[in-house]
T-cell receptor, first 115, second 113 residues
Framework: DQQVKQNSPSLSVQEGRISILNCDYTNSMFDYFLWYKKYPAEGPTFLISISSIKDKNEDGRFTVFLNKSAKHLSLHIVPSQPGDSAVYFCGRGNAGGTSYGKLTFGQGTILTVHP | NAGVTQTPKFQVLKTGQSMTLQCAQDMNHNSMYWYRQDPGMGLRLIYY???????DKGEVPNGYNVSRLNKREFSLRLESAAPSQTSVYFC????????????FGPGTRLTVL
């Protein structure tokens, strides 16, 4: 079972505040995780990734946290900006096993950042 | 460097018609993918090609066929379109399967009447 779930369809935050997007996954050993951002009428673009052997990865305003015991992934955006308003997908990739090379995505969360 | 390109951008078909969605990448990537995006369903993998000469089914392959024409090009064919195939289709590529991020094209919006 390679499920990835984003249980919040939408999130609304004020400009300058923190946005926290969440993702849950089922158990597997040989995975890495990614976050993608998608604007309307465009393809998804890569934001940040994390290996399953790490707990945290930062890139500017974006930080991804991996809680392996809870099988939970989160993306923190600080400070949030109106340009961050988009759909965010978490994805899970397999570095080994029968699903090698495949990405499985969650349903997406629509983030709206209000000025 | 155009990245991943897809044609056409929009298409309307009648039930039973066939068509081919084209995808090309100029990044010398080995692996290429086709996804569909439906509301509330996220991105679902249709087919992928880990390397030139190989193709494999993804999560939702029924009703589709693919051809890895060469290293650059990966096409998706609908032999007999159905309304359930109304969706936005994305092609993606990566340097090596399992290596990390995939680069996506701009998408093809397909409507089947």
């Amino acid at each position: 079972d390679q499920q990835v779930k984003q249980n919040s369809p939408s999130l609304s935050v004020q400009e300058g505040r923190i946005s926290i997007l969440n993702c849950d996954y089922t158990n597997s050993m040989f995975d890495y995780f990614l976050w993608y951002k998608k604007y309307p009428a465009e393809g998804p673009t890569f934001l940040i990734s994390i290996s399953s052997i790490k707990d945290k990865n930062e890139d500017g305003r974006f930080t991804v946290f991996l809680n392996k015991s809870a099988k939970h992934l989160s993306l923190h955006i600080v400070p949030s900006q109106p340009g961050d308003s988009a759909v965010y997908f978490c994805g899970r990739g397999n570095a080994g096993g029968t699903s090698y090379g495949k990405l499985t995505f969650g349903q997406g969360t629509i983030l709206t950042v209000h000025p | 460097n155009a990245g991943v390109t897809q044609t056409p951008k929009f298409q309307v078909l009648k039930t039973g018609q066939s068509m081919t969605l084209q995808c090309a990448q100029d990044m010398n990537h080995n692996s290429m993918y086709w996804y569909r995006q439906d509301p509330g369903m996220g991105l679902r993998l249709i087919y992928y090609s880990a390397s030139e000469g190989t193709t494999d089914k993804g999560e939702v392959p029924n009703g589709y066929n693919v051809s890895r024409l060469n290293k650059r090009e990966f096409s998706l064919r609908l032999e007999s379109a159905a309304p359930s195939q109304t969706s936005v289709y994305f092609c993606a590529s990566t340097i090596l399967a399992g290596a990390g991020e995939q680069f996506f094209g701009p998408g093809t919006r397909l409507t089947v009447l």
